[in-house]
């Protein structure tokens, strides 16, 4: 396997990724960290987020933008702020395609997860 192009979400790829449990109503926060070499566009189904915090440093409520999609470079933390205001089972991955199959080995797999209403 060319590890070029293995990705992995907390050291997994899909489906063996750890959903996040999420419970109706509960105020979520989520950092992503980039240790890797490419930037990731983490991208969330059924929701918006704020970003709460790059690199540590949080973002006034103020200042925040509110997204679906963020892009992590690397080397990059962000920190994502969302309500579980949406029942269901809803992917969130990384917007490149390759890197959500691991160089379309699999329709799904590498870094994609889900966020699980339990």
Known sequence: MDSFNFFTMNGRCFPHTTP??????????????????????????????????????TIPAYNRELRNTVLV????????????????????HCHMPHHSSNNMTKSTGGMFTTVTYV
């Open 20 to 57: 996040l449990p999420v419970q109706l109503g509960e105020e979520m926060r989520v950092r992503f960290a980039n240790i890797g070499m490419n930037a990731h566009p983490i991208h969330f189904h059924g929701h918006q987020f704020w970003i709460a915090a790059a690199d540590g440093n």
């Open 73 to 92: 470079a690397s080397g990059m933390t962000v920190d994502i702020e969302f309500e579980a205001n949406n029942p269901g089972i809803w992917p969130l």
